[in-house]
């Protein structure tokens, strides 16, 4: 059982520094002394909102004075929520997450007590400087679910508790033929990891955050995993983009067994069209025991461990390694200072002066004689260049140097109806000059500003000068080769799009000449 | 117009039906899953979808071209690739200077086929310049490193487009 422990996913809850007074979010506190807090907490479904309400119930059975509020999002759009809502200080004050993701969070968390009755590993591994950052929510392990009609079919002993990698391999290499697969291969972290680990207690990241995939252990798994798809007895990833293969193929019909999550039991069940069979994951030449070890929560560790796109697990030594200066990170106290996260986008000083920037220098009488100016100072130097200097040349020259319109010495009759023009005109541009401004200078203007910050989507920013670029240049292990990757990619296609379009245009152009 | 098509479909779907053809299962070689050719996979495919405007271009100068001075040099004797080097694409060198400089400011942009096609797989072999932005941004959640290499981005687009347009002069002709 502890093996199938340390091969899953903690769910938790942790207290936020959520809004106390009358009226904010989070949760508020009413004058007979009764408390409402909110919950933060993912639901894909009505039964599973009812189901997460009773247990906001059972709260208030037990406390009379306090009442749980339900927040919910569907699991995809859980995190970005999250974020949004931390950055804006709207966030509830019990949140949930799963425990991989924690790290990410741990400045935001208010440190807890922890009750009695928690297994004391459990919380340890919820606990960073010393501080219990949340507590036990739920626990969900990761399992290997198996096709029972298949199984049965093939005349092979169904997995159950106690099943070597040698009864697996056995199994996997029985049930691979015409076509199907004994196994369905993955590399998304949860599901290849969980497997390796069980195999012989292989871990890709050292307790100081240092990754060692070139360790023996993982070279050893790694080595062995692989070997289950060139043996033929294992369904392999077709690309690298697929990463939720194995439980696809599984679903599918193709592959008899695969390992993943139990929280996808109900919907394999659902989409499956045969029985679908689930036990613990088989068991290694050595069993693990430590759930410590793999849950153990570090610092700016961010793992997307749902939904495909997998790659920010391997980035935890950029992130959590001594590379970035993060300091201390004081907590973010009030609305205020949560807001820091926020100032990437419009607030309420900003298209004020964005507005008033653009009237100046765009829209103002001097600004578009300036430009008008400028075109024609633009072609008379075209025209210079060829054919000497142009007789009206000089005027337009002062014009320019005046900054003001040089055409039309404004008759004193016309001066009225013009500005009404001008009036209108600056109505009509105002809403495009203002979206411009809003949604494109001013991200750029932000932009500029924030590559000179280390500016993490949570928590406070801090000037590094020209780090980042020193970092993309230095250290980072995947910049450079985008880098190469983009110039080929461009020196590849564009020649090709231009031959192709170029002998498709003569061809169904049929010039006549 | 079928050669249009591609470019009107949506991106995402022309990337996720080429991926199911890249990846027939029990098709071999999978061009995708190896490092050598899954980037020539992705440029393959974004031909595919990208040539469509390009041609349109070309397609409105070809007919564009004076038909005087087409004329002038079969006259003069121009056949065949001296009349097609010497005479037709000058005359169309504006269309194919501002295709090539669009097409190489998207194509340094480039994102969405190899995010559905490989995610930047085998490896990183096909993980370009805005994926690993968007990775830094959305993933790693350093956004100041993320506005970093975006500047880089542009500082490289900017700098490759000064160059074509310092160099239309010599091979660009504009009539009049």
Known sequence: ?513 | MLFFIPAITPMVANAVIWKLLFQLVGTEPNLLADGSTALLSVVAMSVWQGFGYNMIVFSAAINEMSPSVLEAASLDGATGLRRLVSVQLPLISPALFFATTMTVISSMQVFTQPYILTAGGPGNATETLVMTVYQAGFQSRELGLAAAGAWVLFAIILGVTAVQFLGQKRWVHYES
């Open chain 1, 1 to 513: 059982m502890k093996a199938l422990l340390a091969a899953g996913l903690v769910i938790l809850v942790g207290a936020t520094a959520c809004g106390g007074g009358e009226g904010t979010a989070g949760g508020a506190k009413q004058d007979d002394g009764t408390v409402t807090l909110d919950w933060e907490m993912w639901a894909g479904s009505e039964e599973e909102k009812a189901q997460l309400d009773h247990v906001a119930q059972l709260v208030t059975q037990q406390h009379p004075n306090i009442r749980i509020k339900l927040r919910t999002a569907p699991f995809n759009a859980y995190f970005t929520k999250l974020q949004t809502e931390f950055a804006a200080g709207k966030q509830a004050c019990v949140v949930s997450m799963q425990s991989l993701r924690l790290g990410a969070y741990a400045d935001l968390l208010e440190p807890l007590t922890a009750p009695e009755g928690f297994a004391p590993a459990s919380l340890d591994a919820l606990k960073m400087d010393g501080k219990q950052l949340a507590l036990p929510y739920d626990l969900s392990p990761m399992l290997l679910y198996y096709n029972k009609d298949a199984f049965a079919k093939a005349g092979v002993a169904e997995p159950k508790a106690g099943w070597t990698i040698a009864d697996f391999e056995k199994a996997a290499k029985a049930l691979s033929t015409g076509g199907k697969f004994g196994f369905g291969m993955s590399f998304s972290d949860l599901h290849t990891l969980s497997l390796l680990l069980s195999y012989n207690g292989a871990r890709p990241v050292t307790d100081e955050v240092k990754l060692q995939m070139d360790s023996q252990p993982m070279v050893d798994a790694v080595t062995w995993y692989a070997g289950l798809g060139a043996g033929k007895s294992a369904s392999v990833p077709a690309g690298s983009a697929e990463a939720g293969w194995g439980e696809t193929q599984f679903i599918n019909g193709n592959a008899m067994m695969a390992v993943d999550g139990s929280w996808n039991i109900g919907s394999t069940i659902k989409d499956a069209k045969f029985k679908v069979g689930i036990a613990p994951l088989p068991a290694g030449a050595r069993r693990v025991e430590d759930l410590r070890g793999q849950l153990r929560v570090r610092r700016g560790q961010g793992l997307r461990v749902q939904g495909g796109g997998d790659q920010g697990g391997l980035r935890a030594q950029r992130q959590g390694g001594p590379g970035l200066p993060r300091g201390p990170g004081p907590r973010l106290p009030r609305q205020d200072r949560a807001a820091a996260g926020l100032r990437g986008l419009p607030g309420e000083a900003e298209p004020g002066q964005g507005r008033r920037r653009a009237g100046r220098d765009v829209l103002g009488q001097g600004g578009a004689g300036r430009r008008r100016a400028a075109v024609h100072h633009q072609e008379l130097g075209r025209r210079e260049q060829a054919h000497g200097p142009a007789p009206a040349a000089g005027l337009h020259r002062r014009a320019e140097r005046q900054g003001v319109a040089h055409h039309d010495p404004a008759a004193g009759g016309a001066r009225a109806v013009r500005s009404r023009e001008e009036w209108s005109a600056l109505g009509f541009a105002t809403p495009s000059v203002l979206g411009l401004g809003l949604f494109t200078l001013f991200p750029v203007g932000m932009a500029v500003v924030m590559s000179f910050f280390d500016w993490p989507m949570l928590g406070e920013s801090e000037f590094v000068g020209l780090e980042n670029f020193r970092y993309l240049f230095g250290e980072d292990p995947d910049f450079l080769s985008s880098l190469r990757n983009t110039f080929v990619f461009t020196g590849l296609y564009v020649p090709l799009n231009i031959l192709v379009a170029l002998g498709l245009a003569f061809w169904i152009s049929n010039s006549r000449w």
